[in-house]
T-cell receptor
Framework: QKEVEQNSGPLSVPEGAIASLNCTYS??????FFWYRQYSGKSPELIMF????GDKEDGRFTAQLNKASQYVSLLIRDSQPSDSATYLC???????????FGTGTRLQVFP | DTGVSQNPRHKITKRGQNVTFRCDPI?????LYWYRQTLGQGPEFLTY????????KSRLLSDRFSAERPKGSFSTLEIQRTEQGDSAMYLC??????????????FGSGTRLTVV
């Protein structure tokens, strides 16, 4: 079992819709969870992190964490074509300082 | 704050040659990480430093790979006797604190290695 599972996509949504990206993880010692966005040919950039169960909102982005279900998600409201990218889920385990990344979900927002 | 700088941006080398990459982190960041990324995959952890101390190295990393951060500032990653399977994007990242406390990484633009 992979440490972080993400559907590779592509996930296609129309402009203005809500995009929902999901991630499951296997390590129950996971502490913090991160979402990164990576445009084609570019390096990952941090969108947001979450460490408490529940929702965390930042602008059009909402991260949701459910530690009991080992599930983290990212919602993008009012999706724009400029949101088209690969979204990487990552976590930090309790006894280490490294981020473990998933393979990413490719999002396509069409006009 | 000029971000994380990596050099070179691209490197083409012949199989069997040695290559060295450099990473200059954000100046106030004491943590530095090296990752490798191939097409369609997420970044794969290689090693990380806190100041000049190398605290963890991936078990997947062969002994052909070595990294240093001699003065706790810039870091180098060397690959000896390169193989075609080493072809990838090598990413460097830095952070101001531990990931467990919510400090995310800032990534550099990467060095794309092609082994021919």
């Amino acid at each position: 079992q992979k440490e972080v599972e993400q559907n590779s996509g592509p996930l296609s949504v129309p402009e203005g819709a809500i995009a929902s990206l999901n991630c499951t993880y296997s390590d129950r010692g996971s502490q913090s969870f991160f979402w990164y966005r990576q445009y084609s040919g570019k390096s990952p950039e941090l969108i947001m992190f979450i460490y408490s169960n529940g929702d965390k909102e930042d602008g059009r982005f909402t991260a949701q964490l459910n530690k009991a279900s080992q599930y983290v998600s990212l919602l993008i409201r009012d999706s724009q074509p400029s949101d088209s990218a690969t979204y990487l889920c990552a976590f930090v385990s309790y006894n280490t300082d490294k981020l473990i990344f998933g393979t990413g979900t490719r999002l396509q927002v069409f006009p | 704050d000029t971000g994380v700088s990596q050099n070179p941006r691209h490197k083409i080398t012949k199989r069997g040659q040695n290559v060295t990459f450099r990473c200059d982190p954000i100046s106030e960041h004491n943590r530095l990480y090296w990752y490798r990324q191939t097409l369609g995959q997420g970044p794969e952890f290689l090693t990380y430093f806190q100041n000049e101390a190398q605290l963890e190295k991936s078990r997947l990393l062969s002994d052909r790979f070595s990294a240093e951060r001699p003065k706790g500032s810039f870091s180098t990653l060397e690959i000896q006797r390169t193989e075609q399977g080493d072809s990838a994007m090598y990413l460097c990242a830095s952070s101001a604190g531990p990931g467990g406390a919510g400090y995310g990484y800032t990534f550099g633009s990467g060095t794309r290695l092609t082994v021919v």
